[in-house]
């Protein structure tokens, strides 16, 4: 079963982690990266909350074969300046380190790509070949809304529709692709 491990909010903090690899979640708040984790694990062990901008930290899950990491939620409009710099670094710190990251998901949710997310697709698509894009709260959109969602974001972002993973963690719609998706990025 998967467990919750550790909070890394310092470089000293990672020492507890084995050498397991990282899939890694990146998203904004409220994007439902939390949720997705418990989906995952199938029972609640990630912080789900109403408030956007809650995790400050790498929050990593031991899911025995990989971890999974929840990243702080990038453009939580509401955030300092300070607060958003921080947060940077600490995604910064995470991606040019030594941890072996062998995926990387950005999870967005259904209302579309707003220019953050655009901004940070740019830059993992341009630094991992293991990266996907999650559409996540697909139950909020008809199907046909979500045909549409997908060509756009394909337009906009030039990734290719095989690479990108509409769900709903909510109602378990679609998790048996991404957990394959996962499976190859682990081999
Ligand atoms: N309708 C719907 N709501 C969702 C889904 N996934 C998450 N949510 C809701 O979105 C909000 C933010 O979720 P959370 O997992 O905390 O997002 P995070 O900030 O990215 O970790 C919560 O109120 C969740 O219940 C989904 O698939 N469908
Ligand atoms: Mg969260």
């Known amino acids: 079963m998967a467990r919750f491990v ?10 507890l982690l084995s050498n397991l690899p990282d899939i890694a979640l990146v998203g904004p708040s409220n994007a439902g990266k939390s949720s997705l984790i418990n989906a995952l694990a199938k029972s609640r062990i990630a912080l789900i909350s109403n408030k956007p901008g ?7 899950y031991d899911f025995n074969t990989h971890y999974v ?9 509401h955030a300092s300046k300070t607060d958003k710099s921080s947060l940077m670094k600490i995604l910064d710190n995470y991606f040019l380190g030594p941890r072996s990251i062998v995926g990387v998901f950005q999870v967005v949710s259904s ?7 655009l ?6 698509s ?12 697909i139950d909020k959109i008809s199907k ?14 030039g990734i290719g529709s095989d690479s990108i993973i509409p769900i709903s963690a909510k109602m378990g719609l679609n998790l048996s692709l991404l957990n ?8």
């Open 6 to 15: 550790v909070s890394v909010a310092h470089k000293g903090d990672s020492d």
């Open 54 to 60: 809650k995790t400050r930290t790498l929050n990593f």
């Open 69 to 77: 990491v929840d990243t702080p939620g990038y453009g939580y409009s």
């Open 111 to 117: 209302h579309g790509l707003s220019a953050n997310d």
């Open 119 to 124: 901004e940070v697709s740019e830059y993992l």
């Open 126 to 137: 341009g630094h991992f070949h293991n990266y996907m894009l999650i559409v996540n709260k």
């Open 144 to 157: 046909n809304q979500l045909k549409k969602l997908l060509g756009s974001i394909s337009a906009s972002t």
């Open 180 to 187: 394959l998706k996962i499976r190859e990025f682990l081999k």
